[in-house]
């Protein structure tokens, strides 16, 4: 590529790593970018919630965040702009939800903590979606602990 000023890039991801990161740190580490013209910084924003303000805010041109972050942040009008990319799993049986055997029902569930990979995770939108569902109210009849 001929001499030019590189364009500074940030990308966001709402985790740190994964499968799907793979490719995006390896053209990084090998320059790929760089041969573009694209200075790629690569931020860790934990949760999809946050990763939203982010963007909303200007701060993160692109980010990968789980659908259920990504629908919030759209129906709030947090997210201005246009999706370039989106991908939907087409179940959701890859999230698992752990119990000690006397939990029968999440109704059980009021008054005791719940771990969560991060408030603004996939897996805590699901769980929120899921006491509303059971009659609880999320931000108040459970406690949450970020794992």
């Known amino acids: 590529m001929a001499e030019q000023a590189c364009v500074d ?9 994964g499968q799907h990161d793979w490719p995006f740190v390896m053209a990084l580490r090998k320059g790929f970018f760089l041969e573009e013209g694209i200075n790629l910084h690569i ?28 629908l919030t942040a ?32 999440l109704t059980a569930l009021r008054g005791k903590t719940v771990g969560l990979l991060s ?15 059971a009659g609880l109210d999320p931000a108040r009849d459970v406690a949450y602990r970020e794992l």
Request: with cysteine; net charge neutral; proline share 6%.
């Open 43 to 70: 931020q860790v924003v934990p949760g999809g919630d946050a990763l939203a303000q982010a963007m909303g805010r200007g701060d993160i041109q692109v980010g990968r965040m789980g659908s259920p972050p990504f």
């Open 74 to 105: 759209v129906g709030n009008g947090v997210l201005p702009g246009k999706v370039i990319a989106s991908s939907v799993i087409g179940n959701l049986d890859h999230f698992l939800f752990v119990v000690r055997p006397e939990i029968q029902e």
């Open 119 to 133: 408030h603004g995770s996939c897996d805590g939108h699901l769980m929120k979606l899921e006491l509303k569902r």
């Open 9 to 17: 890039f940030t990308w966001g991801h709402a985790n740190q790593g």
